[in-house]
């Protein structure tokens, strides 16, 4: 995976999602679990705990967009 764009890279740590800006201020946060309908892993899992501070920490951030990737949300947890 290559090194995200300018302020994104505060966010390279986060594996496990993919975030983007489609907006000044906005933050899309897209959970992508392909063949398994974006189920959480135990990674993304932690992954989604921890991000929080560091949005909080964003100062570019006004609003946070959560979705999940390929027409599903999430399946819920997959440990």
């Known amino acids: 995976m290559s090194e995200p764009p300018g302020d994104l890279a505060r966010y390279a740590a986060f594996t496990s999602l993919q975030l983007d800006r489609?907006?000044?201020?906005?933050?899309r946060l897209t959970m992508a679990a392909k063949g398994r309908l974006?189920?959480?892993?135990?990674?993304?899992?932690?992954?989604?705990?921890?991000i929080w501070q560091e949005i909080d920490r964003d100062t570019q951030t006004r609003c946070v967009l959560v979705r999940g990737s390929d027409g599903a949300f999430s399946a819920g947890g997959d440990f």
């Open 38 to 50: 974006n189920a959480a892993s135990a990674e993304m899992h932690t992954e989604l705990a921890r």
């Open 22 to 27: 489609p907006q000044p201020d906005i933050l």
